[in-house]
């Protein structure tokens, strides 16, 4: 993963493809016993596709921790935000608190998300 697409706690993840939406729906019919609507298979798809973006975040901030880059980029938004200095150890502070809350949101909003189409 490029240090780039990690600052980017918004993605902007591609439509998932048919083969995905293929396989996404062979999958919860053998974990969950349902079959899905075309409608809500592409859900469960993008879903998916959102959950692996957010793993591989956590997995490259759990082996490299936060980047210079990251650091900077919270300490630009914070001295704008609040009209005084702010040190690169606030920053890097900063940042990685941002950084896995943003994880730890993502992940229990998709998890609430399949188990709502779980439960349907």
Wanted: hydrophobic share 35%.
């Amino acid at each position: 993963m490029k240090e780039q697409e990690i600052t980017n706690l918004k993605p902007q993840l591609p439509k998932p493809t048919e083969e995905e939406i293929v396989k996404a729906t062979n999958e919860f019919k053998v974990k969950f016993g349902k079959e899905l609507t075309k409608t809500d298979a592409v859900k469960y798809a993008t879903l998916r596709n959102g959950l692996g973006y957010w793993l591989t975040v956590e997995k490259e901030y759990e082996k490299n921790g936060v980047t210079r880059n990251m650091a900077k980029e919270a300490q630009e938004f914070l001295e704008k935000k609040c009209g005084k200095d702010v040190t690169m150890k606030q920053a890097y502070l900063e940042a990685e608190k941002s950084l896995l809350t943003a994880i730890m949101l993502e992940k229990v909003r998709i998890n609430d998300e399949i188990k709502g189409l779980i439960d349907q």
